[in-house]
């Protein structure tokens, strides 16, 4: 009953936190979310499970839908058991595929990391992790992306996903993230992207939580990117490869997993863009 409740919450987060509304819409809000946790296990029969987390195992008849509030669901998105949404099932097989490349011991910065995949990436004997995060509850350490207190060239992998569209001065976290890599590191540096949009979308005019949620997709957004992302991180030094390596797995693979058909942007500092192919290429 207490991992139900607690999953229910996380369902419904965005609408009890930032909707104000009377007790018995928000008792309403929390049923909901306990019918969607449900909706999810009910189903015992093998036949009937059609979706299977491939972070947790878990599987079930469907993934849950998540509300961020303001009329705005993801439907069939979270995994009920370990929490994770179609993009974090599609970076864990992203960087399974990554990681195996290094065959060496690296030092591995995490900006607000998922709960899902932080175990993952911390069992690696290879790697020395560090998770940070503007809010020290959410992190092994308290950072501003902003302003970093690392020095120049300092880690190897950095992994940034889904962070620069919370950030009004995107281009200083870049320059920041760029200024931390190694010169012969690697950086994943994804965001949510309008793939209808040549150019990203951004209006300082917006800033109701209604506004924002209609106009970037989530109440705490402050832009949508479009198709010139790869363009701000090539204009910031940034070598991109836009990898759909998610799309090759197959649409019955990807259905199946609940997985974000999404390029992931792996960045290379002063390196060419050669050497990120070469690096993706390597042992396969």
Not at 33 to 54: L, P, R, S, W
Not at 92 to 103: G, N, R, T
Not at 128 to 152: C, G, H, Q, W
Request: glycine fraction near 4%.
């Amino acid at each position: 009953m207490k991992k139900l409740m607690a999953t229910a919450a996380y369902l419904q987060y965005n609408k009890l936190a930032k909707e104000k509304k009377s007790l018995f819409n928000s008792l309403s809000s929390m049923t909901n979310g306990t019918f969607e946790v449900i909706k999810g296990f009910h189903y015992g029969m093998a036949a009937f499970k059609k979706v299977q987390c491939n972070i947790c195992n878990w599987s079930g008849s469907k993934f849950c839908d998540f509300y961020t509030g303001y009329k705005h669901v993801y439907e069939n998105a979270v995994c009920p058991h370990c929490y994770s949404h179609p993009r974090h099932r599609a970076y864990y097989v992203y960087l399974e595929k990554l990681l195996a490349k290094f065959d060496r011991k690296i030092k591995l910065l995490h900006f607000s990391p998922e709960m899902s995949i932080t175990k993952f990436l911390a069992s690696h004997d290879n790697i020395e992790y560090l998770s940070v995060d503007i809010d020290p509850s959410k992190a092994m350490r308290k950072e501003n992306i902003t302003n970093l207190s690392f020095k120049n060239d300092s880690f190897d992998l950095i992994i940034c996903m889904h962070v620069f569209e919370h950030i009004d001065d995107d281009k200083k976290a870049m320059e920041e993230v760029f200024r931390v890599l190694k010169p012969d590191g690697y950086a994943l540096l994804d965001v949510p992207i309008d793939v209808t949009r040549p150019t990203t979308y951004e209006d300082p005019s917006i800033i109701s939580p209604e506004a924002r949620t209609k106009a970037f997709w989530q109440w705490d957004h402050v832009r949508l990117y479009g198709m010139d992302y790869k363009d701000k991180l090539r204009a910031i030094g940034f070598d991109v490869n836009e990898d759909y390596y998610i799309k090759s797995l197959g649409k019955d693979y990807t259905d199946r997993h609940g997985m974000e058909l999404i390029p992931s942007f792996l960045c290379a500092k002063f390196q060419g863009l050669d050497c990120v192919e070469n690096m993706l290429l390597a042992h396969d």
